[in-house]
């Protein structure tokens, strides 16, 4: 959830009855208006002629807090309510007129006075309408945001049916249960399950911590339960991938599947039977592998190193029939196949990219050892080898070991971010992540693989399945240059081999012959230099982008996409010309935290704790990172 939606508005004056929105509203309002013509801006109203003839009630609808207060001093009761049993605070409150309301209970409103067709308060419709800040307001004011509107809801039933993920999160962290029920014993998640369309607010619900397999109380139906009957199936997955409960049954005896099947909804079906059928999986795998879970890397990388020589193996065989070794490749990918689907969750998967580099690199290491190094008898070949190798392993462990910078906060630093931020109006996603529900420092993002804020971050490799941030990117561009080192001597030394123990040269026999005397020479050493290529690809690429980015634009994999993106649009000043680039010298010391014995003086910034500029800038403020 990257952002919240702007509610927008169909008229000026917003009304506190059942039907706003409605064609009835919409000509109580036109009649009301009459020849007044209100200005597209919300606060800022022009008229053709002057309001000295008001009533009160329209004076507070367009917020003319003059006539207001000349009508109040006057002597009308400011608790007095109009014909359909509204307040001034009510019509305040649902138009965000925050001084007036201010003004009102100084002269003796009462904050949760119930009125209108719905009997709420003005706390009510302020959330109804998504009003933060009339909100916070009111609920400074005393207002009670447990009380119910004659449908039996809640302030907080009423932001999750109104999609209000702000006032959601400013109505739990200042003490809102949860998981409370309305009148008809349903939670929040039911209602976010079975009214709204979509995985919000449901997953940011969860991000709060509502229980995924409470029960209502007339129909004892979970959330999922309702995702079920409602349809909705992005929901739906949303309570699966939280672990939501697939077995439990209702009042009727009925399970989620039982509810889908009746309904004949073929989405909800397949993702109820896929889940069943994958929790019994790994009900049985856990059963088998339980004690090697901590080994799960270890064993995707005895299986990359399987893999990896099977196919060589196949390839390296005396056969000539090409038949026979297809039929063996094909067979072994199929296997692999059947492995993957079988025993590796989605969250293993990911691994696999790093186990099939580090097998990779094992095999590379075995073959220079084995068939390269009695061709390369002098230290100033193994030495460097050697280093490069050692360089590899150091850097990968540092980069996988060191946080990359996760933003943490407890449950009640949490609450506090959220309550400081609503009452300075700063609720917003470029400052608050919606998903960690903390304040997003500097440079920051939330990783959607990770499932955590980052500061500085810079992307998510799949070849670390880490993510590379403020504390570990340094490591990743020095582990980064010795696989590429490593990848040199490997092609060095594959160009040697085939010219000390292959017959034939390009010169005497052209492209064609040499190619089948290079494969037929070794297909093995084939096989590992096409393993080199394939990894030099990404790692060339990665390594001189990082080097780019980080000497030449002070900026991040992150910023960079931000600013092209932003390019296209021309929002863009110049992409060198950022307040964290200080120039390719300085650029290099600070990334590297150069000393050289107190001779270079490095600029070091807490990035997890920067949510201002307040730091030396040469260049220009206009660029804003989101």
Known sequence: MEE???????????CPHGYHGTQKHQEEYNNSSQSKSPDKHHGDLTFIDDYSNWD????????????????????YDVRQPDKENVTLLHWAAINNRTELVKYYISKGAIVDQLGGDLNSTALHWATRQGHLSMVVLLIKYGADPSLVDREGFTCLHLAVQFHQMPIIAYLVAKGQNVDAADMNGQTPLMLAASRIIGPEPTRFLIKLNASINAVDKLHKNT???????????????????????????????????GLAQQNRNPWIIHSLIDTNASRSRSSFVLKLFKSFEKYKLLLLFLLSVGVIWITGYIADLESDSWLLKGILFVSTWLIIQLIIRRFLSMQTFGYIPLAFLAASLFWMVVTWFIRFLPDFPDSVFQIPFAVSITGCIYYFYKTWTTDPGYIRASEEDKKKTVISL?????????????????????????????????AKFDHHCLWIARCIGAWN??????????????????????IVYWSSHCVTSYEKDGLWILLIQIISCSPWIVWIFLL?????????????NQLYQILYLGLTTNERLSLIKRAHSGRIVGI??????????QNLVDFFQCRCFGLLKPSKIDWSQQYTMGFDQPRTNEFQFI
């Not at 309702?226 to 009925?254: D, I």
């Not at 340094?474 to 594959?494: D, I």
């Not at 060198?576 to 010298?585: D, M, S, V, W």
Request: aromatic share 12%.
């Open 4 to 14: 919240w939606p702007d509610r927008g508005r169909q008229c000026q004056v917003n």
């Open 56 to 75: 009160i009630v329209r004076a507070t609808q367009y917020g003319i807090i003059d006539r207001c207060k000349e009508l109040i001093e006057a002597g």
């Open 223 to 257: 959330p999922l339960h309702w995702a079920v009957l409602s349809g909705n199936v992005a929901a739906l997955n949303v309570l699966l991938a939280a672990g939501a409960n697939v077995e439990v049954k209702n009042a009727m005896g009925e399970t989620p599947l």
């Open 422 to 454: 609503a009452e300075a109006d700063c609720l917003d996603p470029r400052i608050f992540c919606t998903m960690c529900l903390v304040r997003k420092p500097l440079r920051s993002k939330h990783c959607p693989v990770c499932d955590r804020c980052v």
């Open 473 to 494: 990117q340094r490591y990743f561009v020095s582990f980064l240059f010795f696989v590429f080192t490593v990848l040199l001597w490997m092609s060095y030394g594959t």
């Open 532 to 544: 080199v290529l394939f990894h030099s690809s990404w790692v060339i690429f990665l390594l001189f």
């Open 576 to 585: 060198q010309q950022n307040p964290f680039n200080h120039g390719c010298f």
